[in-house]
């Protein structure tokens, strides 16, 4: 249990004072958040509650969309509002393809000379930039870096403290090469973030809100917090599951759930 | 034009016998046929139909599916129709993961054992079994051949004449290893088929009806026909799109902006 976190878009409904109070009660220590809920919150007022609760932020989502304008300030916002987290690492979802191109290389390039410009402030302010691979049916609206051997490609020309990779379950699960990938992400000291969701179809429109709680699907959870295990990882597992089923119910009973699960699919 | 061929999915309402006379009248030589399709009209009539109309049948679609009971049989009749049209390969959609499992290694490790035990008979036929990647969003539920990478790896201890690879650009677009693996399949003689579609989002629930006909999205369409090209294969190229928007259209009306679309934005 001590190292299980939980993300808030698994409990996207429920409010920040309660899904803190919550976590408290069920003796869980650690929590992603994302930006936009604690805006909405107020940044500073979400790091003293999270804080005084005693509850790690284990990550924040999420900075990148290099694409889109304003691109370095709104990253280096992110950057500050990990840091007044107190977040070591900043997810990052890099973008998909600028409108009308169909040039996925160049994009590729174009998010790690972003990231590059990035560094400085990220190592300043004390916060790890997390490149997220995701699923490759993502690439053209979301992002282009579709797996973990191009996230520690990209990652490579840096240094580890200023920016890592995250690896998550339902972006990672169906690429074979994956286990190798994460040996060699571990003795790149590359892993920022670990997360757990489960694969389950049929998919929805959009694809977006389709994952599943852990077992729930088809992916080897477990052999995934193994091999993080394996390659020298010992953060903090955070659940993260993006699904309309389960953000309808009430957030306690989906943290009890997601804990049981967890001890059973994970742990 | 001498390398186009319509695939039947892309016009998928269109009756077989108005098909034909349609790529007749707009001096299209080539179609790919769908086993279910042909199965409906008459595999032997369907045969006669496309023979005495100067058609070459340029692929059937599908055999595989080595999860499901029988598929030892079932894939024997596909292949026995495949050689009674003519058609120089089958079409492999190799299937997802088996009920209730989570071993993606298994199942891969299945098919590529599945298609040695037809060899035999496939050579005896004619018709060389063309393995084709899915994109890894069907790796679950539809083929857990996700990448060129493994169809070549597990058509390679088959010869080259038996098991090939189906070059699909819908499936593979996203994979930055794509380039040097067409020109892997290449030199290992592998590449029996180039199929084209482009890919559009938002997907669609599901995932299956959401292609674009060519130029409608964001993939290299024309790089992925000359790295083909410059690979080795002076194959067809067929066109084989599966979406609603695109069914609901009259097949001739279909044909008329495929061909267009074929020839800015692939020829």
Redesign the interface.
């Known amino acids: 249990m001590k190292r299980f976190s939980l993300n808030q878009a698994t409990t996207k409904h429920w409010p920040l004072p309660d899904l803190v109070a919550g976590c408290v009660e069920a003796g869980v220590t650690g929590v992603g958040l994302w930006r936009e809920d604690v805006q909405a919150y107020g940044v500073e007022k979400a790091a003293a509650l999270v804080r005084d609760a005693g509850l790690a932020v284990t990550s924040l989502c999420r900075g990148g969309f290099f694409q889109q304008d304003g691109w370095q300030d709104e990253n280096k916002r992110a950057i500050d509002e990990a840091a007044t987290l107190g977040a070591p690492a900043l997810v990052l979802v890099s973008g998909g393809?600028p409108e009308d191109?169909?040039?996925?290389?160049a994009a590729?390039a174009h998010v790690g000379e972003a990231i590059g410009t990035l560094v400085p402030y990220a190592l300043d302010a004390g916060v790890q930039l997390a490149i997220e691979p995701l699923?490759?049916?993502y690439?053209?609206?979301r992002c282009v870096v579709?797996?973990l051997g191009?996230a520690l490609d990209l990652a490579g020309p840096y240094p580890a403290e200023a920016v890592g990779v995250v690896v998550d379950t339902y972006h990672l699960?169906?690429?074979?090469a994956v286990w190798e990938l994460i040996a060699r992400a571990g003795r790149e000291q590359r892993i920022a973030c670990f997360q757990v969701a489960d694969?389950v179809?049929?998919?929805?429109?959009?694809?977006l809100l389709g994952r599943g709680l852990p077992g729930t699907?088809?992916?080897?959870l477990r052999r995934f917090r193994e091999a993080v295990d394996a390659a020298g990882y010992a953060g903090p597992v955070e659940v993260e599951v993006f699904a309309e089923d389960v953000w309808s119910r009430p957030g306690r009973e989906v943290l009890t759930e997601t804990l049981e699960r967890y001890r059973e699919h994970v742990e």
Chains 1, 2 share one sequence.
């Not at 191109?101 to 290389?105: K, L, M, V």
């Not at 699960?173 to 074979?176: P, R």
């Not at 179809?201 to 694809?207: I, S």
Request: overall charge negative; aromatic content about 10%.
């Open positions: 393809l191109s169909r040039d996925i290389d590729r699923h490759p049916m690439a053209s609206d579709s797996t191009q699960w169906w690429d074979d694969w179809t049929p998919l929805p429109a959009g694809v699907g088809c992916v080897e």
